[in-house]
């Protein structure tokens, strides 16, 4: 069984930074994307952030030139950097793993993990 587990969650000043973790559990083969969404208080979750298994990167308007999504060396874990950050940040931080391939050949068309608190206060 292959599970998204998430950490590095938060509360930090505006300005500040912190620094989101997401780990695929389990023998990975391959992940296609990987993606941190964000969901605030009475929204839509949004896509924040994407990187693809060849390390081509998006991210939304909101977040461009503050927020970094990188793979770690082992290609099933994800970071997302957060700088300057904003009260407007201020959400439940999901990873998203699209495409997974086990080494066992099992395939998960998606995954998500449980989310992570992210609250940009005074």
């Known amino acids: 069984q292959v599970q998204l587990v998430e950490s590095g969650g938060g509360l930090v000043q505006p300005g500040g930074s912190l620094r989101l973790s997401c780990a695929a559990s389990?023998?990975?083969?391959?992940?296609?994307?990987m993606n941190w969404y964000r969901q605030a208080p009475g929204n839509e979750r949004e896509l924040v952030a994407t990187?693809?298994?060849?390390?081509?990167?998006t991210y939304a308007d909101s977040v461009k030139g503050r927020f970094t999504i990188s793979r770690g060396d082992a290609k099933n874990t994800v970071y997302l950097q957060m700088n300057s950050l904003k009260p407007e940040d201020t959400a439940v931080y999901y990873c998203?793993?699209?495409?997974?391939?086990?080494?066992?050949?099992?395939?998960?068309?998606?995954?998500w993990g449980q989310g992570t608190l992210v609250t940009v206060s005074s």
């Open positions: 998203h793993a699209k495409g997974v391939w086990t080494t066992s050949m099992q395939r998960y068309p998606e995954l």
């Open positions: 389990g023998s990975i083969f391959s992940i296609a994307a």
């Open positions: 990187i693809l298994s060849s390390d081509i990167t």
